[in-house]
């Protein structure tokens, strides 16, 4: 069965430093991956997303994810991070038959930016 | 554009009553939406995929009798929990699935927290 995993649950990191969130799923094709930022009283904001192609995908705020097939693993990152990022970031991986767009979620990870 | 919206925000009611959550679309049709469960500091669990003018598919685990899913327009799905118990209370999350766009491109709406005393 499909699922993710993220290892850490909270990370605090201080502004203008860079920023790495882990991911590791299990799937047996190709997957379909997912970064989400949930902050209050908000919905889910898609970051970026990997289908296909070239293994490194560029997002909204500045932020970047690698697929690496053999570690299966879809790593979050920002060069410099700034106060606003302080959110909750969750991994998805697209499950399910083909044409239900069905998304697991990680656990997620609890940003926490210092001054 | 692509705006989800979720009505109430908050409720809180009384245990053994029912409570009703709309989802909408409000700037696109949606033939899919998708009913999530957060539970505090952990990660949303699908609880059914709602289909325009069919029955919704409810996750296994997930009582359907309990957590009715009406998906009546291409704008509109509600979730109702019926009978609602203290352990109903979480954090309700609803997606949006764009009529006819890519597999998996989901608009998510803010949330309704149900407290339930």
């Known amino acids: 069965a499909q699922s993710v995993t993220q290892p850490d649950i909270h990370i605090t990191v201080s502004e203008g430093a860079s920023l790495e969130l882990r991911c590791n799923y299990s799937?047996?094709?190709?997957?379909?991956l997912f970064w989400y930022v949930q902050s209050p009283g908000q919905g889910l904001q898609l970051l970026l997303k990997y289908f296909s192609g070239d293994t490194l995908v560029q997002g909204i705020k500045g932020f970047e994810a690698e697929f690496k097939r053999s570690q299966s693993s879809f790593n979050l990152r920002k060069p410099s991070v700034h106060w606003s990022d302080a959110a909750e970031y969750f991994c998805?991986?697209?499950?399910?038959?083909?044409?239900?767009?069905?998304?697991?979620f990680g656990q997620g990870t609890t940003l926490q930016v210092k001054p | 554009g692509a705006v989800v919206s979720q009505h109430p925000s908050r409720v809180i009611c009384k245990s053994g009553t029912s409570v009703k959550i709309e989802c909408r679309s409000l700037d696109f049709q949606a033939t899919t939406m998708f009913w999530y469960r957060q539970f505090p500091k952990q990660s949303l669990m699908l609880m059914a995929t709602?289909?325009?003018?069919?029955?919704?598919?409810?996750e296994q685990g997930v009582e359907k009798d309990k957590f009715l899913i009406n998906h009546a327009s291409l704008t509109l799905s509600t979730l109702t929990v019926t009978s609602a118990h203290p352990e109903d209370s979480s954090f309700y999350i609803c997606s949006a699935q764009i009529y006819g766009t890519k597999l998996y491109e989901q608009y998510f709406g803010p949330g309704t927290r149900l407290t339930v005393t």
């Open positions: 998805a991986v697209g499950a399910g038959s083909s044409n239900t767009g069905k998304l697991i």
């Open positions: 799937y047996g094709a190709t997957p379909y």
């Open positions: 709602s289909n325009e003018g069919s029955k919704a598919t409810y």
